[in-house]
């Protein structure tokens, strides 16, 4: 790539090495608490018409680092693309979450699953990092991502969103072979889809396995960690990816941060119900931590949003290796301002801090 990177504070946190001021990316920061983005996704009608436009997906990937000194763009599109090019067919309905025109339910529909090519069926993925990382030109390095295999298989079991999954742990304890079977597919195609990103252009990879949290500590070894594992071992093994920082966020499995930290990616993601402090000491050095504001103190005033954005740089503490960002991603009514202060006072304090 021939720009040079003019902010590489996010990558010299993720390296766990001393930083001017603590980098600051948000979760779904190019979203619909923007007016940009909301006019943007009018033009284009759906979500999934604006993901699959490579020119539009840069454009709202963009947007937000118009507003904010943001240390990192992500790549605007979503985890379910996988099984989308798997061919399940993916739909959001207006206001209401993702659907699978066929979910994966028996044997036969999970032996049909095969790795997508990635420069055919995912080349829309592909063509917007791409044209990101020119348009970026060096500003801020670029995120590319994925679903976990286990949270991926959670909405191909399902169907569609759920408050427990239930379906999909079903499968874990009536047919486990067949889970397996659907959850190394699953890997494997993340190991490519990752791969291809860091070719066409990303700069750091993060891994969302937002339901990782949902399982009891031994089935998340056997249907979460083991998988995410084999993702770091793949993308190891794979020359352009072995170098770049992987950040792994499971929402809500704080018991197995030291474990997490064991696998051999640069960092985790936090949510918000552990204090920074304690979740540095359960990975005793091993990896970066990015997290960890609970996404509700954006609906605070702004003296608010500032107190509790110094608590959580406080409560990491002057170390190298953290990456602020919220716990989970930001919500649609969050005014656009708040942000504004959340991303200044994290610059301004961590600085007056070093
Ligand atoms: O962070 C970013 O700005 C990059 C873009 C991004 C989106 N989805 C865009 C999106 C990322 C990283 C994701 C990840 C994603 N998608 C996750 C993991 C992260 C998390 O929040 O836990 C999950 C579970 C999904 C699946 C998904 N996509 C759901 C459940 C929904 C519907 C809920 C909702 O917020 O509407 C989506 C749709 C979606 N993906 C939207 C955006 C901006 C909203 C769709 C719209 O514009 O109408």
């Given at each position: 790539?021939?720009?040079?990177?003019?902010?590489?504070?996010?990558?010299?946190?993720?390296?766990?090495?001393?930083v001017?001021?603590?980098?600051?990316?948000?979760?779904?920061?190019?979203?619909?608490?923007?007016?940009?983005?909301?006019a943007?996704?009018?033009?284009?009608?759906?979500f999934?018409?604006?993901?699959?436009?490579?020119?539009?997906a840069?454009?709202?990937?963009?947007?937000?680092?118009?507003?904010?000194?943001?240390?990192?763009?992500i790549?605007?599109?979503?985890?379910l693309?996988?099984?989308?090019?798997?061919?399940?067919?993916?739909?959001f309905?207006?206001?209401?979450?993702?659907?699978?025109?066929h979910?994966?339910?028996?044997?036969?529909d999970?032996?049909?699953?095969?790795?997508?090519?990635?420069?055919?069926?995912?080349?829309?993925?592909?063509?917007?990092?791409?044209?990101?990382?020119?348009?970026?030109?060096?500003?801020?390095?670029?995120i590319?991502?994925?679903?976990?295999?286990?949270?991926?298989?959670?909405?191909?079991v399902?169907?569609?969103?759920?408050r427990?999954?239930?379906?999909a742990?079903?499968?874990?304890?009536?047919?486990?072979?067949?889970?397996?079977?659907?959850?190394?597919?699953?890997?494997?195609?993340v190991?490519?889809?990752?791969?291809?990103?860091?070719a066409?252009?990303?700069?750091?990879?993060?891994?969302?396995?937002?339901?990782g949290?949902?399982?009891?500590?031994?089935a998340?070894?056997?249907?979460?960690?083991?998988y995410l594992?084999q993702?770091?071992?793949?993308l190891?093994?794979?020359?352009?990816?072995?170098?770049?920082?992987?950040i792994?966020f499971?929402?809500?499995?704080?018991?197995?941060?030291?474990?997490?930290?064991?696998?051999g990616c640069?960092?985790l993601?936090?949510?918000?119900?552990?204090?920074?402090?304690?979740?540095?000491?359960?990975?005793n050095?091993?990896?970066?931590?990015?997290?960890?504001?609970?996404?509700?103190?954006?609906?605070?005033?702004?003296?608010?949003?500032?107190?509790?954005?110094?608590r959580?740089?406080?409560?990491?503490?002057?170390?190298?290796?953290?990456?602020?960002?919220?716990?989970?991603?930001?919500?649609?009514e969050?005014?656009?301002?708040h942000?504004?202060?959340?991303?200044?006072?994290?610059?301004?304090?961590?600085?007056?801090?070093?």
């Amino acid at each position: 790539m021939p720009d040079t990177l003019k902010n590489d504070r996010l990558l010299r946190a993720l390296r766990r090495e001393p930083v001017d001021t603590t980098p600051v990316w948000v979760m779904r920061q190019a979203g619909r608490y923007l007016p940009e983005y909301r006019a943007t996704r009018a033009k284009a009608g759906s979500f999934m018409a604006l993901a699959t436009n490579p020119e539009l997906a840069c454009e709202v990937t963009l947007q937000p680092l118009e507003r904010y000194a943001l240390d990192a763009a992500i790549l605007f599109s979503d985890i379910l693309t996988i099984p989308d090019a798997m061919g399940l067919g993916l739909s959001f309905a207006q206001g209401e979450g993702p659907q699978f025109a066929h979910p994966v339910r028996t044997r036969a529909d999970v032996e049909r699953l095969g790795v997508p090519d990635m420069e055919s069926e995912l080349r829309y993925v592909m063509d917007a990092v791409r044209l990101i990382r020119g348009e970026l030109a060096g500003r801020a390095p670029l995120i590319g991502f994925s679903g976990s295999p286990w949270t991926l298989a959670c909405y191909m079991v399902e169907g569609k969103g759920s408050r427990d999954f239930a379906s999909a742990k079903a499968m874990c304890w009536n047919e486990p072979a067949l889970a397996h079977k659907l959850l190394d597919t699953l890997a494997r195609s993340v190991i490519a889809y990752l791969g291809a990103q860091v070719a066409a252009g990303a700069q750091a990879l993060m891994i969302f396995d937002t339901w990782g949290g949902m399982l009891g500590p031994v089935a998340f070894r056997e249907f979460s960690l083991r998988y995410l594992a084999q993702i770091v071992d793949g993308l190891k093994a794979d020359v352009q990816a072995r170098n770049v920082p992987l950040i792994l966020f499971s929402k809500g499995a704080n018991a197995h941060l030291a474990e997490m930290a064991q696998i051999g990616c640069a960092a985790l993601g936090v949510d918000w119900t552990i204090d920074l402090a304690d979740a540095r000491q359960a990975v005793n050095g091993k990896v970066a931590l990015q997290g960890n504001l609970d996404p509700a103190v954006l609906r605070a005033s702004p003296e608010v949003i500032r107190r509790e954005v110094r608590r959580v740089l406080d409560s990491y503490g002057n170390h190298p290796g953290h990456i602020f960002n919220l716990g989970h991603g930001i919500t649609p009514e969050v005014d656009p301002e708040h942000v504004k202060v959340l991303v200044d006072e994290v610059h301004a304090y961590s600085h007056r801090q070093g």
